[in-house]
């Protein structure tokens, strides 16, 4: 059965009236779910030395600091923030790390997080972009430490450059991260010569794209470059990125992908995990500002882990 982990403390997060990256998206996308047999995944709170996975210790206090101390924005970036953001963040990591021991342990086939505030856009020693930890990159990095995997493939089909999930494995060579994205657009990286550095060469994959772009160009990265790169990978674990912001119609982004086209992103993602770990698969939340949007993107996605 797929995993749901889903933590209402998320709306905890506030920020402010005319947000795109409101409370409300985590209604939408759990009543989006309704009706779908899902395991429930507890919430839990991350610890500091499990966000120090993939942040620096002096950023994790910044963050605290200046969230506890009533700041309204951090000072690295454009991420608001309100009394209760730092610990919702680290719930919402701290689902998707149950989510990986859920997985691990067999106890569920794959999982979905309904994570709130995304993560993507958060790199070592900065939050920016709605982001204050990249979630997707900690669970990475929990599960090579706690289970011993080796390699792990990222795929991140968000509107926006995944930029802070990049730049923490870019020279790193056990994490393969691809990703789609509108350029150029926020937050302006993701050139296609950005392909990794030291023992991350090869590692980057980039297929930006401009306005408009859909199906045919999104979905067609995915089958001519991901699945070429995930058999040279062999990935240990596959973990997707998953912004519906790149949905037609969403307010941040110029993407046209329709709701077939995710469940169809996600079998080929799954199909990946299946040939080569067994079926490991963890999808966190990251984009999507149309509620409507976001909630039949979710749908569809989740649909099509089952």
């Known amino acids: 059965m797929t995993g749901l982990a889903a933590d209402p403390f998320s709306k905890e997060h506030l920020t402010g009236p005319g947000h795109p990256e409101q409370p409300a998206r985590f209604d939408a996308a759990v009543e989006a779910l ?34 506890h101390g009533g700041f309204q924005e951090l000072s ?10 730092f610990d919702a963040a680290l719930r919402a990591t701290g689902g998707a790390l149950n989510g990986i021991d859920a997985i691990f342990e ?22 920016m972009g709605f982001c204050i930890f990249d979630t997707i990159a900690i ?14 493939l990222i795929a991140d089909w968000d509107v926006h450059h995944g ?3 990049q730049d923490i494995f870019y020279a790193d060579g056990t994490v393969f991260v691809f990703n789609t ?31 408009g772009s859909g199906r045919k160009e999104i979905l067609g990265a995915f089958r001519e470059q991901l699945l070429p790169a995930a058999a040279k990978v062999a990935p240990d674990l596959v973990l997707i990125s998953a ?24 079998t080929l993602v799954r199909e990946i995990a299946d040939q080569y770990c067994g079926g490991r698969l963890l999808s966190v939340l990251e984009g999507g500002y149309s509620l409507t949007g976001l909630a039949a993107g979710v749908r569809a996605h989740v649909e099509a882990l089952q």
């Not at 690295?76 to 209760?84: A, K």
């Not at 990475?140 to 080796?150: D, F, L, N, T, V």
Request: hydrophobic share 30%; charged share 20%; aromatic share 8%.
């Open 106 to 127: 067999k106890r569920v086939a794959n999982a979905f997080c309904i994570a709130r505030p995304p993560g993507h856009h958060a790199n070592a020693t900065r939050g």
């Open 243 to 266: 912004g519906f912001d790149s949905r037609v119609g969403d307010p941040l982004g110029g993407f046209t992908l329709t709701d077939a086209d995710f469940a169809d992103l996600t």
């Open 139 to 152: 669970a990475a990095r929990y599960a090579q430490r706690k289970y011993g995997i080796g390699r792990v």
């Open 76 to 85: 690295t970036g454009d991420t608001v923030v309100s009394p209760r953001s």
């Open 181 to 211: 994205h509108q350029s150029p657009w926020y937050p302006g990286t993701g050139a296609r010569g950005e392909t990794g550095e030291g023992a991350g060469v090869g590692m980057t994959l980039n297929c930006p794209f401009p306005a």
């Open 34 to 67: 309704r009706g779908l047999k899902l395991d429930p995944i507890p919430p839990r709170v991350a610890s500091h030395d499990e966000i120090a996975l993939c942040h620096s210790r002096q950023y994790i206090q910044l963050a605290e600091r200046e969230i």
């Open 163 to 165: 930029n802070g999930t």
